[in-house]
């Protein structure tokens, strides 16, 4: 597997591609005046609490305010007991009992701000490292679950060694797996500066203050998303390109080797149409190589994928057929949800199978396809009506969300009525208001489709509400209106 990331950076926005074997797989934007919050550890204000909701608000400066459960209230567990134990045991504790109105509260958001709701915090502070988390509130040491089972106990053991008695946990990420000693101690050492940092400041600012901020989305690539597959990182900035090579020499030598300054005459996007791919994910409809294709819907409450043959015809029988572009959409799909950055419930339906083989295949394709991903997800398997339903983890806004908004003239419905729903609509409102008002004269005001339907079609249906009710009705064509759009004047 041949993987490059290319970096397109400029002052007000960073876009990030991660490209495998020349096919874009994930897309990642940072705009400078919409930065995520996610690690960001605040020093908050409680404005409210809500003992029906066992939650809390807290003011942490932002334009609305975060919201604490009681289950994402920190207690650190006592000898012998396990963290989930000391969750489970904490959140019985009332919320009205642990925070109070007016409070200062140390918190880290946990969830960015989507849609109407604010961001979702935690009083359990986690600090990310390079391989390491460190948990400055907590002794425990754990061994990320990516890890394999034979490997963890040792790895955990090495460690805790290593961490000794200074205070504080630390959970081994994936890429410290085969970490030096030297690389592991250098990482706790700077974990263990960054949270002295954030004390200092906590009792030095006053609430509302913003006391640390992750790494900025060029550092992330280095950290997260460079692997022993990836071949180059191509940033297109010089100026950037200095950063992460002094980033990268002092924290991952190893990303550092595979940086490149890109000084080419195309824009870094055009080597592999990634504007292109962009724009594709921004429709509904997905072609598939065979001849079929998908159609991609997102809702509030979660995304549906339905799998068509389309035009493909070219396997020697019908359930062949099926079962080619149910397997090929099951990679696409993969794909797709890493590509948009799909979050919460998805459900696809894929082309009904009538061979148990053939359902099985295809639902170890997608689950294979969605293993690469790195953020969790879970897949079940087909459901009494032939459905697969999914969950993939929301961390962020969805590709769609970030770079798109709602259509001002059907405000996201994605239809609009027509002409002459729009005339009726009209002609009974005159009627209603005749009934109320006495006016000399009523003047339409309306889109030009609108006022020329009602100069032709419905011209006789005017004409007769007119004499109905004894007076003359006017038509002013406006072109700024939107189809739906309209207004009528009592003269």
């Known amino acids: 597997m041949h993987e490059d990331i290319l970096i397109n950076w400029s002052p007000q926005e960073t876009r990030v591609a991660v490209v495998e074997n020349g096919v874009l797989q994930e897309l990642h934007v940072e705009r400078t005046l919409e930065r995520g919050l996610v690690s960001n550890v605040y020093l908050g204000k409680v404005a409210r609490v809500l003992p029906g909701m066992q939650s809390a608000f807290i003011d942490i400066g932002l334009e609305r305010a975060a919201f604490l459960h009681v289950a994402d209230v920190w207690h650190p ?4 007991e396990t963290i989930s134990a000391a969750r489970n045991l904490a959140s019985l504790i009332p919320i009205e ?5 007016g409070q200062s509260l140390m918190v880290q958001v946990i969830k960015d701000p989507i849609g109407t709701k604010g961001a ?5 502070i986690s600090i990310a490292g390079r391989m390491l988390v460190f948990l400055p509130q907590d002794d425990h040491i754990g061994v990320s679950q990516k890890i394999p089972q034979a ?12 961490v000794g008695d200074a205070g ?5 990420r994936t890429n410290g797996e085969d970490a030096t000693e030297q690389e592991l101690s250098e990482d ?3 974990l263990r500066k960054a949270w002295q940092r954030v004390r200092e400041a906590s009792t030095k600012l006053p609430a509302r203050s913003l006391l640390h901020q992750d790494l900025n989305l060029v550092q992330r690539v280095m950290r997260d998303l460079t692997t022993e597959h990836t071949q180059s990182i191509k940033v297109d900035s010089g100026e950037q390109f200095r950063k992460m090579q002094a980033f990268g020499q002092e924290f991952m030598p190893a990303a550092a080797l595979k940086l490149q300054h890109y000084k080419g005459e195309r824009p870094i996007f055009d080597l592999f149409s990634i504007d292109e791919e962009i724009s594709k994910a921004l429709g509904r409809r997905v072609e598939l190589k065979s001849g079929g294709y998908l159609i991609v819907d997102q809702t509030e409450a979660l995304t549906t994928v339905d799998v068509n043959t389309g035009g493909y015809v070219g396997a020697r029988n019908f359930d062949d057929t099926i079962f080619k572009t149910n397997l090929e959409a099951a990679q696409a799909i993969a794909r797709q949800l890493r590509l948009r950055n799909l979050g919460g419930i998805v459900i696809v339906d894929f082309i009904d199978m009538v061979p148990e083989e053939h359902r099985d295949a295809v639902l170890a394709e997608i689950r294979k396809q969605l293993a690469r991903d790195h953020v969790k997800t879970m897949c079940g398997g087909f459901s009494q009506l032939g459905l697969v339903e999914m969950t993939r983890k929301r961390t962020r806004e969805s590709l769609a969300h970030m770079l798109c908004e709602s259509c001002p003239v059907c405000e996201g419905k994605g239809i609009v009525k027509t002409p002459r729903s729009v005339a009726y609509d009209i002609l009974r409102e005159i009627l209603r208001e005749a009934r109320q008002f006495d006016p000399k004269e009523f003047r339409v005001i309306a889109s030009p489709k609108v006022i020329e339907l009602f100069l032709d079609e419905e011209s006789q249906h005017l004409a007769g509400l007119s004499e109905f009710i004894g007076k003359p009705v006017s038509l002013q064509s406006e072109s700024a209106m939107g189809q739906e759009q309209y207004d009528i004047v009592l003269l």
Do not use: C, N
């Not at 009992?97 to 109105?101: A, D, L, N, S």
């Not at 053991?157 to 290593?162: K, P, S």
């Not at 504080?168 to 081994?172: K, S």
């Open 168 to 172: 504080g946990g630390f959970i081994l």
């Open 151 to 162: 490997q963890r106990d040792t790895l955990r053991a090495h460690l805790q060694t290593l």
């Open 188 to 190: 706790v050492a700077y």
């Open 97 to 101: 009992k642990q925070v109070f109105e």
């Open 120 to 124: 979702r915090l935690s009083t359990q």
């Open 77 to 80: 567990p006592v000898e012998g």
